[in-house]
């Protein structure tokens, strides 16, 4: 008797257990997010798709629809997931990638990505609309993202807004002016001892240091006041002998009365975007008795071809004499050394 | 005062017998100095009296049940009326925040007790349908026995927001109550608030100060120095606002890699970094200056640009996001400098040039 009174309480048990509950069809997609890569109006616009499927979820997707506001152009279109590289339950910023082997049409206002597999409740899931999107006039419009069973039943849905704006870009504009610094290093110098007839005699040497941010480097040239170490006193001038024009440097003889200036690169500039220093050939001494000949011209001593923040030439003067060279204390010459950016 | 009756102490009472015996239709509140009876009846037979001007439910016993009606008055007569829950007042309902899928409601309990249930109903054409709130609070077609739930679990004076709700609708809700089997009250009346569209909305300006100016927009950073931090006179301005319900983000992005010049097919590369550091020979970049809102929000900076002094953030082909609400916002406007570093030789040129691309879209 007791068994056959507990028969029908099994039979509303198991009946209340196959009850179907409240339905899951037409629920709200938990969050949901379109973001146009232009919000200028009249422009077409790449389109990325994200939403997150709600907690509970029981439908079976096949398909994601977005349906575009009026307004805005929708044409035949391209799906893809560049980009989205998310695992597990993914999120807003790098959500799961729509799985499935996705195609996509168009329809009026809507575009539509099938071969989609179903998905995971609780789960953020991202798409890419490559092509096939226009903005419409500046305004704001209101979109649907709907998943959908094969059969095109909604199973989740949301509404997202979206801006379209009269331009979204800025253009920024800067302007570098040329620049060009030259400096030397001292406006006097001697020669380290008296000149003698048994040697070559040097100055300590002056820097000229160039930066300039001219793109096609700078030069440099020097001119002598007399093209000769002068000497009021003893009416008599030390000439810078040989030619200037040959491109070799001289070499200076003991014994014998010359002047001329030798030129070094000291600093040529290894940053980055810098150009090469050159040494022009008349004045690239390669010892310490060479140098090339001085005039009373402008005549170049060295170049660059690119900008630098630090270039330096280091400018020598040298000389020898003859046994019957006057004495005197004030031999004398004056450089000019000047310099230009080629911009 | 409203008592129970102890029969025994009736049946002692004269003045009850006399009631019983004199008074066959004139139903009257029975008062002593102990005692009160409210809504009774003794044994069978009602009707109803009427004349031109009047109706009036007379009783021995049970009323018919009908409901007496006047324009905003109804009075529910007899011992069924006596045992219903008060009808609850019509439920405030608003929308405080601009909701798009959902309302707040706050129902009223109409002195009930606290033990008493209330149910929901919603519609959204004029109640050609009408759903109920859910226990989950969505609506649904069917009231279920989980629906009916305390004042207390519908948020007491807090009330609750009904979710789910379609965009730019007009939803009403009236409200129900009981007390156990039989006691379910009337409907209360309805009262509804619509639901807005879901919008973003977003704006550019270039300005010095604050001020809103028209497009093309462009922003002239004028003569670089070298070695020094050149910030534009101008800034990059942001309106932004959305009532989605998690917020939004602003992205920046560049077509180049920095500020370009083609006459010197050079390019001042944007980087995330202190230009007023030695260490940083060139650069250039986005450092925010302010933000603000009405209300919601806050508008954030996000990293790379949320730095201080001439802290810049990159600026290039990938989009970055430069600022974020987490919550609805309105009149969210924010501000950036651009600045830029060159060195001594950074190749001179009039046409050093960046175009910024800045979007913004909202979570719903």
Known sequence: ????????????????????????????????????????????????????????????????????????????????????????????????????????????????????????????????????????????????????????????????????????????????????????????????TNLSVSGVVSTTGVTATVITNAANGWVAWVKSANAALSSAAASYTIDSAGDATNATPTTLSTGSEDYVLDVDETTDSATAGSGTVTVAGEYDGDSTSKGGTLTTGYTKIGSADGPTDTDVLTLIARSTISGMTPAGTDYTDTLTVVGAGNF | MRSSINMWQLFRSNKWRQQVCSASFVLLAMNSANFQMQGYGVSSGAGTGNSNAYSSHTTVGETSGANMNAAGKQTNPGYIATIQANVPAAPTVTNPAEYYNKLKVVIDAGGNPTDALFAIA????????????????????????????????????????????????????????????FTESGWSAAAGVATVNPYLTFDLDVSATDAETAAPYTLSMGDLAAGSVTTATDLVWIDFGTNGLFGGDVFISATTAGLSSASTSTTITSATADLASGAVATGFGLRSNSVSQASGGPLAAASPYNGAADNVGVVNTTWRRAYNSATPITDGRASMFVKAKISAMTPAATDYVATFTLIASATF
């Open chain 1, 1 to 192: 008797m007791r068994i056959k009174r507990g028969i029908p309480l099994i039979i509303m048990v198991l009946l209340v257990g196959l009850w179907p509950g409240r339905p899951v069809l037409g629920a709200d997609l938990e969050e949901a997010l379109i973001r146009t890569d232009r919000m200028k109006a009249s422009t077409a616009t790449n389109v990325r798709v994200v939403f997150k499927v709600p907690a509970g979820n029981t439908g079976t997707e096949a398909k994601v629809k977005v349906s575009f506001g009026a307004g805005m152009t929708v044409a035949a279109a391209t799906v893809n997931t560049t980009g989205i590289t998310g695992s597990s339950t993914g999120s807003m910023d790098n959500p799961v990638a729509l799985p499935g082997t996705l195609t996509i049409a168009n329809s009026s206002q809507d575009l539509t990505v099938s071969g989609v597999t179903e998905l995971a409740e609780s789960t953020w899931y991202g798409f890419n609309i490559a092509t096939g999107v226009t903005n419409g006039s500046a305004a704001q419009y209101v979109n649907t993202i709907s998943t959908l069973t094969s059969g095109d039943a909604v199973i989740d849905t949301k509404q997202v807004a979206t801006r379209v704006i009269t331009d979204d870009q800025i253009v920024i504009t800067a302007v570098v002016p040329p620049t060009f610094s030259f400096a030397l290093g001292a406006n006097t110098t001697s020669f380290t």
């Open chain 2, 122 to 181: 919603a519609s959204d054409d004029a109640w050609s349908t009408t759903k109920y709130v859910q226990n989950d609070l969505t609506l649904g077609a069917v009231l279920g026995a989980e629906d009916w739930r305390t004042a207390a679990d519908w948020g007491g004076v807090s009330g609750f927001e009904a979710i789910g709700l379609t965009a730019a609708t007009t939803y009403s809700f009236k409200v129900k109550a009981t007390r156990g089997d």
